[in-house]
């Protein structure tokens, strides 16, 4: 029996077609979105007529007998020129409820192909604060790598740390002005250097726009970088061990971010692991003339016939030397074929590194770096933008940093929590639980509840609103349900095996059956929106139940047991969706 409900269906009618001789894919059957008529409908007759030159009425009648004939349906009738509208059974929705509910995964993992994927997420830099447009790389990464894991995926995420380039040389020089005796900058010093770092993340953040600005006023100054930037690259020791400092408390600053939001790493590899494997990777692309020189530099052409736009070549390595993001990314794929001979490699980041991307899979294909079936994609998003429509900006016109975004997110919980009263059930350590579970539920929610490409206006006061489609709405049906079910075992009110009653009952049920489409869908298409959808469906479905139905309140034993099987069902799928988005419920609110 496959785990999805739809697929059964579809595949009843498909063996009912079949012995029609008409083809089974076209009775394929979809939730109605009509429900007064039935809760299933399939639509195939029309075009099976169409094929066979038949009567559509008549193809639709005779499938409707035989599917009499098998008596899983309460209902079943035709509309129009040949639509079928069918019910199921209440003995088939809770046989197939008990198949679902004791399955793990709600039975998304049937029909899902698992394959070893690698996420290159969250993308953060050296000596730079995470900043807003990390926010959506981070968070729609980890969902995606829940999601690919709750699918039975094998997936590897790496966080691909930007530590490598001119940025680095920049960064060098700029100390060196600033603390010109330390020990770093004599290229005939050997080491041992010291082992404590001479600059704090705080002091980096300062340093780089200020040799940002600076190598854009003073050409000699850039120059002096370049030059760093090469002799970094080459090996210099002094570099390389203040780069390792600016690295390790860099690294150490974006835990903190990352925790925040509950994303997870299995790699920590940056742009630099890729430093060895450059060399001979160079000259092997020379020696298969895959590579070319263009005014002293090193590219690889990427232009295909038919393209619509101007598709410039990958620089691999400027004529000064040093090596570019479009080479390290090259490089860092060959690495993770060799260590992973991964099926797919997904790269969640910001859409307007497509160009990049694309050049980089196009050099990657031609050059061979992975097998040649290797799926590549570049999972582009939207920006975050202020109320004014632009991307969000602080006052001063700055860069947002992103933990201040989830302190004001935090803060913004609070003040709603408190208004909602919870400040006088809960005590401090538990209110501030729930204030930053609320927060990040809301930045999360708004985050993935958006099409992956469109923009979005950052509104915390809509975010964190504990009504409609929001974050905190979701996470509170939840919670409302978590203190159901605890009054239920306070009273010694036990759950028992279902026993349908009411319609507000059959609905729920088909909404919580609906889940592995929902996955498979989000998975396909790497859109979390899809399974927000899903969520905010179960907690209207629920609602509407509850209002239906009475629970702790009924009298009849048997339907309120079974009611409370209904309720568990459904917080532990609203909890396991909610977790795929990266939100953590709360035990009380
Ligand atoms: N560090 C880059 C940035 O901040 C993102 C890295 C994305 N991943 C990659 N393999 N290029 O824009």
């Excluded at 169409?50 to 509309?79: C, D, M, W, Y």
């Excluded at 490089?331 to 990049?356: C, F, G, N």
Aim: charged fraction near 25%.
């Amino acid at each position: 029996m496959t785990a999805s409900l739809l697929n059964q269906l579809s595949s009843l009618v498909g063996q009912v077609f079949t012995e029609m001789d008409l083809e089974p894919e076209l009775g394929r059957v979809v939730i109605s979105q009509r429900r007064e008529l039935g809760q299933f409908q399939c639509n195939g007759a029309l075009a099976a007529a169409k094929k066979a030159r038949k009567n559509p009425r008549e193809i639709a009648e005779n499938v409707v007998q035989a599917l009499e004939e098998t008596g899983h349906f309460s209902e079943l009738s035709l509309a129009g020129p040949g639509f079928i509208n069918m019910s199921l059974t209440d003995q088939y929705l809770s046989d197939h409820f008990k198949a679902l509910s004791s399955n793990a995964q709600f039975g998304a993992r049937d029909g899902h192909k698992s394959e070893k994927v690698i996420l290159d997420f969250g993308g953060p830099n050296v000596a730079k604060a995470m900043h807003v447009g990390h926010l959506r790389a981070t968070i729609i990464g980890e969902s995606l790598r829940r999601l690919r894991e709750f699918l039975g995926d094998s997936v590897v995420s790496d966080v691909h740390f930007g530590d490598w380039g001119l940025p680095m040389g920049l960064l060098i020089k700029e100390i060196e002005l600033t603390k010109p005796d330390l020990p770093y900058f004599d290229k005939n010093n050997e080491g041992p250097f010291p082992s404590e770092s001479p600059v704090t993340v705080d002091e980096l953040q300062e340093l780089y726009p200020s040799a940002s600005a600076r190598s854009k006023e003073d050409a000699a100054f850039l120059e002096r970088a370049r030059e760093a930037t090469f002799e970094l690259q080459q090996g210099h020791a002094g570099y390389r061990a203040l780069w390792q400092h600016m690295l390790d408390v860099s690294v150490a600053e974006t835990k903190i971010d990352f925790d925040l939001l509950g994303a997870h790493f299995t790699e920590w590899n940056g742009e630099a692991d890729t430093n060895e494997l450059i060399p001979p990777m160079l000259e092997r692309l020379k020696s298969e003339n895959l590579s070319e020189l263009s005014d002293g530099a090193t590219v690889v052409r990427v232009e295909e016939e038919g393209d619509k736009k101007e598709m410039p070549p990958l620089i691999l390595q400027k004529s000064d030397g040093a090596v570019m993001y479009g080479t390290t990314d090259l490089a860092t794929i060959e690495m993770r074929e060799a260590d992973h001979k991964p099926d797919s490699i997904l790269y969640v980041v910001d859409a307007r590194q497509s160009l990049h991307f694309e050049q980089v899979f196009r050099a990657a294909r031609k050059c061979g770096s992975t097998r040649a079936d290797v799926h590549l994609e570049h999972i582009g998003f939207g920006t975050v933008n202020g109320k004014d429509g632009k991307p969000l900006k602080t006052r001063d016109g700055g860069v947002v940093r992103l933990r201040s975004l989830i302190e004001d997110a935090i803060e913004e919980a609070r003040k709603v929590v408190n208004e909602a009263g919870m400040d006088e059930k809960f005590d401090a350590g538990e209110l501030e639980d729930i204030a930053t579970k609320v927060g990040i539920a809301a930045i999360k929610f708004a985050d993935l509840s958006n099409q992956r490409m469109s923009n979005y206006v950052f509104d915390l006061e809509r975010f964190t609103k504990f009504e409609g489609k929001t974050g905190p709405y979701q996470m509170y049906a939840a919670v409302r349900i978590k203190s159901m079910l605890r009054k239920a075992e306070e009273q010694s009110l036990n759950p028992g095996p279902l026993q349908i009653s009411a319609d507000a009952e059959r609905n729920l049920i088909l909404a919580l059956s609906q889940l592995p489409e929902a996955a498979h869908a989000a998975a396909d298409k790497n859109a979390p929106h899809i399974l927000c959808d899903h969520v905010y469906t179960l907690t209207q479905e629920f609602n509407a139940f509850y209002h239906d139905c009475h629970v702790l309140g009924e009298e009849d034993e048997a339907i309120r047991a079974s009611r409370l099987t209904l309720c568990a069902v459904t917080l532990k799928q609203i909890e396991t969706v909610l977790h795929l988005l990266g939100i953590d419920v709360p035990e009380r609110m």
